[in-house]
Nanobody
Framework: QVQLVESGGGLVQPGGSLRLSCAAV????????VAWFRQAAGKERERVAC????????YYADSVKGRFTVSRDYKKNTVYLQMVNLQPEDTAIYYC????????????????????WGQGTQVTVFS
């Protein structure tokens, strides 16, 4: 059973930083695409970043470009989302997703459907 476990969320003031982690259990993330989504109350779910491939190609939503950075640690089987200069509009539950297993899992296309996701971690930016 593939499990993804997010952590690192919390409360932060505007301009602050957080680093989210997405650890995989019983599944080697390797070069698979791993995407970070966020869901804010009353708003549509938004994909904020995706990382894929041996060269760790990364993609970002316009709303976070220049502020968020996605990376991976192969040894720890973990993908990170470094967030700086956080703003109140970044407040949301953040989820990581990956899959499916196999060649279709190496895809960061905006409409890609992922098979596995975690429980999410709350990020709250307040003044």
């Amino acid at each position: 059973q593939v499990q993804l476990v997010e952590s690192g969320g919390g409360l932060v003031q505007p301009g602050g930083s957080l680093r989210l982690s997405c650890a995989a259990v019983q599944f080697a993330l390797d070069w698979y695409a791993v995407a970070w989504f966020r869901q804010a109350a009353g708003k549509e779910r938004e994909r904020v970043a995706c990382i894929v491939g041996r060269d760790s190609e990364s993609y970002y939503a316009d709303s976070v470009k220049g502020r968020f950075t996605v990376s991976r640690d192969y040894k720890k089987n973990t993908v990170y989302l470094q967030m700086v200069n956080l703003q109140p509009e970044d407040t949301a539950i953040y989820y990581c997703e990956t899959g499916p297993i196999g060649y279709r899992g190496y895809d960061c296309a905006p409409d890609h459907k992922y098979d596995f996701w975690g429980q999410g971690t709350q990020v709250t930016v307040f003044s």
